[in-house]
Every structure is written in structure tokens, then in C-alpha cells.
């Protein structure tokens, strides 16, 4: 084990609580104030991070009012899509009763080609006897044939219904002809549209079916939304709760303050009485170590576990380390590496088992962070000694081998660790 230095900034003349000789009210009174301004800075960050949680739940809301609407909207739209499968269903069987029509009209069809047939032969035959026989000659013969005036009459009477007879057929044939040529457009006109329908129909089925996958896809990118913003605000809260424990761990350093305050006005009114000078009070140097406990330095600081320094504090690659590691093949203790108050006692995805513990040196609020161990010794809230032990080296949490990892903040633990610094040369190190 190194031999440590210690190089406060401030001179060492007050001390958290009684612990530390040698007092003056003006700098504990100074230190008073600089807890506060720590106080202040505190309830700043948890003003923004309450302003950022109140942000976070009004995007949350605001994304689950806008996976509604997109709900409403995959609703409407499968209605859409049944109703056009409805509509093809039934223009399908339009199709088809159409396609019986044109079966039907083909057999009257052939019904009446057949008739015409029959007319054309009857009119050809008729036509052939008047060219064999001269034509209408025919008919004058006929009538010349009279036997009698009344013959005549019955003779020039079936004349004129032949005639006539033969007027009707050709205008009967012609209106056949008529007929089946109207039924047959009108048959075409209605398959062409009655496909036509089923085309339509299936094209805004399409597109109704890929606006639903549109629609699908951006619920499916709100919920992810969603899922990521409330991720985010456990962070936040998580956050505050650690600010909101710091707060109250230098809430009581304060009180530490006032008390020391007050008891060293007293003490300084009762040696001004007796008119003697006092020595400033002296600490012992570091214990004997178990050698697996490390001994206890004087001074603010101790060394937090006894092993090698495997890791120290910087750019680590592409990683910011901001603390030293302190590994050891032994699962050793780890202590407090001063007089403090527990923060956090829990166990963390990436630090595994950690406690966070508030320090109050000379009015600065310091913050150690003990990361990865097996066992937590202490919980939160708890007030400890510099030196007592508070948990069991170990590797949990995002870590590879036993090691403690060990973080330094001049001020609070926040999340950008922006406070952290080095703690070479402020606490003992091996
Ligand atoms: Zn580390």
C-alpha cells in the first residue's frame, strides 16, 4: 500500500462533525453556506429533471393518443376491406348469373338462326317458283284461272295473303335479326362492366391493404416510441431519487455543521475564560492491516480496499473511465473511504452491487461510489465511519473479474458523472 497524501484544497480546520481538531467558527460558518449553495445546485438539477419527467409524460400520452387514432383508423379500414370483400363477393356472382345469361342467349340463339334458316330456304323456294314460273305471272295465271266472279274474289284474296304472308316474314326475320344483335351488345356491354367492377373493386382492396401495413408500421414505431420514452423516464426518476437522497444526506451534514458550530463557540468561549492555549488534536497513522482490511489513514480519506490498482481513471479505448479499479484475487473487504452518509444501497444492472455515500469535507459535498461487490454491508440512509466496512469485493454487474470500481465525485453523482474526478492523490490508493 502507497503511502497517501492528502492535498484538500481547503485547509483541513474543520472537520464533519467533532471528528478533526482544531475549529473556527468563521470557516464553519462559511461551510455552512457552501453546503447550502451544494443544497441549491442540487434542487436546480431536480428542477430540470422533474421538468424533463413532466416532458417525457406528455410524450408519452401524446404517443398513446397518437396509437389510438392510428388504432381507429386500422379499424376503419378493416371495415373498408370487409365491404369490399363483400362487394367482390357479390359482383362475382353478378359475373357468373351473367355468364348463365350469355349461355341462355346463345341456345335462343341458335333457336332463332334456325328459324331464319328455315325462312331463308321457304323464301329461296318461293323465289325459285316465281323465276320457273315467270313470277307474278304465276299469280295472273292464277287469278285467269277464275271459274267464277266469286272464285275470282276467293282466288285474288289468297293471292294477296301469300303476299302478304311473305311481307310478314321478312320483316319478322329482319326484327330476329334485330333482336339478337341488341341482346347480344347489351350482353357484352354488361360482362365488360360487370368485369370491370370486379378490377375496381380488387385495385381499392390493394390499396386499402397497404394502407393498413402503412398504418401497422407506424403503430408499431409509436409503441417502440413509447417503450424508449418510459425507459427514459425511469432514468429520471431514478435520477432524482438519488438527488433527492443527496439532498437530505447534506441536510444532515448541515445539521453535523451547526452542532460542530455551536460546540466549538463553546469551546473556544470556555479556553478564552481560562486564558489557556489548546493543542490542535492529533490522528493516528494508519492502523495495522489485516491485510485484507486496509489499514485506516488519517486525514478525510482511507484507502477503500486493499488489492492492485488494475484500472486507472481516463479514456479507457473508446470508454471514459471515471474511476480507478482496484482488484484483488481475495474477496476482501471494502470500507468507507470516509465518514459519510449512505445514499443508495442497491443492486444495478451495469455497477452490480453498489452503494453511493455522501461526504461533507470542509463544506464540499464529495460522493464515493463502490462498485460491482458480492455482499452490501450497509443500506440506505445508514451513517458510517470512515473505514467501516460496508460491503465484499466481488464481480457483479457489467464487470469482468473481481475488482472494486471505485468513483470520486466533487459534488453529486449524476448521470454524465460531470462531478467525477481523479482520486489519485486525494484518497489512498494501492
Ligand atoms: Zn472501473
Known sequence: MKKSVITLAVSATVGFGTIFGGTSVITEAASISSLKGEQNKIQNQRSNINSTINQKNNQISDLQNQQANVQDEITRLDDAITDSTNKINETNAKLESTKEDIMKLQGEMEVIKDRIEKRN?????????????????NYIDVLMGATSFSDFVDRANAVVTIMEADQAILK?????????????????????????????????????????????????????????????LMD?????????????????????????????????????????????????????????????????????????LSSGFGQRGSERHVGVDIANRSAVPIVAAADGVVIRSYLSSSYGNCIFISHSINGQVYTTVYAHMSTRLVGSGAVVKKGQQIGVMGNTGDSTGQHLHFELHKGPWTQDKRYAINPVGIVPLP
Open 121 to 137: 330456304v321457304l323464301l329461296k323456294d318461293r323465289a325459285r317458283s316465281y323465276q320457273d314460273t315467270g313470277g307474278m305471272v
Open 172 to 232: 319478322e326475320h329482319e326484327a330476329d335479326k334485330k333482336e339478337l344483335e341488341t341482346k347480344q351488345e347489351q350482353v357484352k356491354t354488361n360482362l365488360v362492366s360487370i368485369q370491370k367492377m370486379v378490377t375496381d373493386l380488387q385495385t381499392l382492396q390493394q390499396q386499402l391493404n397497404v394502407q393498413k401495413a402503412e398504418k401497422n408500421k407506424a403503430l408499431a414505431s409509436l409503441k417502440q416510441q413509447e417503450n424508449e420514452a418510459h425507459e427514459g
Open 236 to 308: 429520471l426518476q431514478e435520477q432524482d431519487a438519488l438527488l433527492a437522497a443527496q439532498q437530505s444526506a447534506i441536510q444532515q451534514a448541515i445539521k453535523n455543521e451547526q452542532a460542530a458550530q455551536a460546540k466549538a463557540a463553546a469551546e473556544a468561549a470556555a479556553a478564552a475564560k481560562k486564558a489557556a492555549s489548546s493543542n490542535s488534536g492529533g490522528s493516528s497513522s494508519g492502523g495495522a492491516s489485516s491485510g485484507a482490511t486496509p489499514g485506516v489513514s488519517s486525514g478525510y480519506w482511507t484507502q477503500p480496499a486493499v488489492g492492485y
